[in-house]
């Protein structure tokens, strides 16, 4: 009777360890960026490089799992507590190197028992890198007799309205993005950033300091103004802070020659010149495919431009139109007409006439496009923003030239004539 007692009891046991392994499904995923309440199971997960993290999985006797591994190198993931009963869940730690390849991994959890192999979900590596200076490329006034365009100096009292580059210099920057902020508009990450130094165009707009958030651009603009996203942020503590607006401190101050025989009076020049930077271009960030889905090749573009976009969904955005424009770089004030042109190639697509410009003014003009209007997408398995050339709504801005003063209406020195001429 024992054993027959015993081989009933094994049975059962068996049939237990059966009914739980096939039972045991991973239903939802919590504590991400995006997920506190829960993601689908077929939302990717994110980790960032020299960070733990720690998800709670759920699902029915997922606390029965003996095992967690992950493919590849430089992560570990090992399991934390566990919850029994209804809406069961366990916790799956992860400890990531910061040097572990950037990609996606598969997580699998196993069980005594499997019937028809573990349960898995996918989670991404993104990079997090370091910041450690962060410049101001200020442009300098014509010198006569030559010399630099631009000086660096520290990032304070930047100017407002007006489009400017910061140098940033540190590790990883070479597929950076900055987090979008009311306090500016129109950043972006210049193209030729290498691992460590970019360059990043924006435009503040209201006075203020405070850091700069650097994330890698596999995160969507959702994931980096989500709650949690302090763990992606690149690190650098006060080394990213910027002040903008006010006076400009620091670098080095120009100062005109001194007229021969004068008595301390400055000289005079006429210098002409397209403004340094042309607003609201709209254009991919690079003319490589990001990747191919279902046969449909995908660009990326500005996150900025996916503000406000559900993930996974795509919208038709219209993109404000472009402006132009001409300032007076020189130190006498402007009283002749002269004339300014916007081209693209040989065509040209405004001419305007500049009647008056004062020492450090700028007059800005706005090209009104024929098409505006572009497709927009976001994905659930991948962060960023995205067009393709194939929807219904596509459009990208051509090569932009921008010439001033090209009848010589202005008498201009032959040095001041060399920045007559700007490609955007």
């Given at each position: 009777?024992?054993?027959?007692?015993?081989?009933?009891s094994l049975s059962a046991l068996l049939v237990l360890g059966l009914s739980s392994s096939a039972m045991a499904t991973v239903e939802t995923i919590k504590g991400t960026l995006t997920c506190f309440i829960g993601c689908n199971r077929n939302v990717v997960?994110?980790?960032?490089?020299?960070?733990?993290?720690?998800?709670?999985?759920?699902?029915?006797?997922?606390?029965?799992?003996?095992?967690?591994?992950?493919?590849?190198?430089?992560?570990?993931?090992?399991?934390?507590?566990?919850?029994?009963?209804?809406?069961?869940?366990?916790?799956?730690?992860?400890?990531?190197?910061?040097?572990?390849?950037?990609?996606e991994r598969t997580v699998r959890m196993r069980y005594a028992i499997e019937t028809s192999g573990p349960d898995t979900f996918k989670v991404r590596v993104v990079r997090k890198g370091n910041i450690s200076q962060i410049q101001y490329r200020r442009p300098?006034?014509?010198?006569?007799?030559?010399?630099?365009?631009?000086?660096?100096?520290?990032?304070?009292?930047?100017?407002?309205?007006?489009?400017?580059?910061?140098?940033?210099?540190?590790?990883?920057?070479?597929?950076?993005?900055?987090?979008?902020?009311?306090?500016?508009?129109?950043?972006?990450?210049?193209?030729?950033?290498?691992?460590?130094?970019?360059?990043?165009?924006?435009?503040?707009?209201?006075?203020?300091?405070?850091?700069?958030?650097?994330?890698?651009?596999?995160?969507?603009?959702?994931?980096?103004?989500?709650?949690?996203?302090s763990k992606f942020s690149y690190a650098g503590g006060t080394i990213r802070n910027v002040q903008y607006g006010g006076a400009q401190a620091g670098g080095t101050t120009f100062t005109p020659p001194i007229l021969r025989g004068g008595a301390g009076s400055?000289?005079?020049?006429?210098?002409?010149?397209?403004?340094?930077?042309?607003?609201?271009?709209?254009?991919?960030?690079?003319?490589?495919?990001?990747?191919?889905?279902?046969?449909?090749?995908?660009?990326?573009?500005?996150?900025?431009?996916?503000?406000?976009?559900?993930?996974?969904?795509?919208?038709?955005?219209?993109?404000?139109?472009?402006?132009?424009?001409?300032?007076?770089?020189?130190?006498?004030?402007?009283?002749?007409?002269?004339?300014?042109?916007?081209?693209?190639?040989?065509?040209?697509?405004?001419?305007?006439?500049?009647?008056?410009?004062?020492?450090?003014?700028?007059?800005?003009?706005?090209?009104?496009?024929?098409?505006?209007?572009?497709?927009?997408?976001?994905?659930?398995?991948?962060?960023?923003?995205?067009?393709?050339?194939?929807?219904?709504?596509?459009?990208?801005?051509?090569?932009?030239?921008?010439?001033?003063?090209?009848?010589?209406?202005?008498?201009?020195?032959?040095?001041?004539?060399?920045?007559?001429?700007?490609?955007?």
């Amino acid at each position: 009777m024992k054993r027959i007692g015993f081989k009933a009891s094994l049975s059962a046991l068996l049939v237990l360890g059966l009914s739980s392994s096939a039972m045991a499904t991973v239903e939802t995923i919590k504590g991400t960026l995006t997920c506190f309440i829960g993601c689908n199971r077929n939302v990717v997960q994110l980790i960032a490089q020299g960070e733990h993290h720690s998800f709670e999985v759920v699902g029915g006797f997922v606390d029965t799992s003996t095992a967690v591994e992950i493919t590849g190198s430089g992560v570990s993931v090992s399991y934390g507590t566990r919850k029994h009963g209804a809406n069961s869940s366990i916790i799956v730690n992860f400890d990531v190197n910061g040097n572990a390849a950037p990609g996606e991994r598969t997580v699998r959890m196993r069980y005594a028992i499997e019937t028809s192999g573990p349960d898995t979900f996918k989670v991404r590596v993104v990079r997090k890198g370091n910041i450690s200076q962060i410049q101001y490329r200020r442009p300098l006034p014509f010198r006569p007799g030559g010399g630099p365009a631009t000086e660096l100096v520290p990032p304070t009292g930047l100017p407002l309205n007006q489009r400017l580059v910061l140098i940033v210099n540190g590790t990883r920057l070479s597929n950076v993005e900055v987090r979008p902020e009311t306090t500016y508009r129109n950043v972006r990450v210049l193209p030729g950033a290498t691992e460590s130094t970019c360059a990043v165009e924006i435009e503040f707009t209201a006075s203020g300091q405070g850091p700069l958030s650097f994330f890698d651009s596999a995160l969507s603009g959702q994931d980096m103004r989500s709650s949690g996203s302090s763990k992606f942020s690149y690190a650098g503590g006060t080394i990213r802070n910027v002040q903008y607006g006010g006076a400009q401190a620091g670098g080095t101050t120009f100062t005109p020659p001194i007229l021969r025989g004068g008595a301390g009076s400055p000289s005079v020049f006429v210098d002409v010149a397209p403004r340094a930077n042309m607003l609201n271009i709209f254009r991919r960030t690079s003319t490589n495919p990001a990747f191919t889905k279902n046969g449909v090749q995908y660009f990326s573009i500005n996150s900025e431009h996916c503000n406000g976009v559900p993930v996974g969904q795509s919208r038709v955005i219209t993109v404000q139109n472009p402006i132009w424009g001409v300032s007076n770089v020189g130190t006498a004030g402007i009283a002749t007409p002269f004339p300014a042109e916007l081209r693209s190639g040989a065509q040209a697509l405004s001419t305007q006439t500049i009647t008056a410009l004062n020492p450090g003014q700028t007059r800005d003009f706005t090209f009104a496009r024929q098409n505006s209007s572009v497709r927009v997408f976001t994905f659930l398995d991948r962060g960023g923003c995205f067009v393709s050339l194939t929807a219904d709504r596509f459009f990208e801005d051509p090569p932009f030239t921008v010439v001033v003063n090209s009848n010589n209406a202005l008498t201009e020195a032959g040095a001041a004539q060399n920045n007559n001429s700007r490609n955007y």
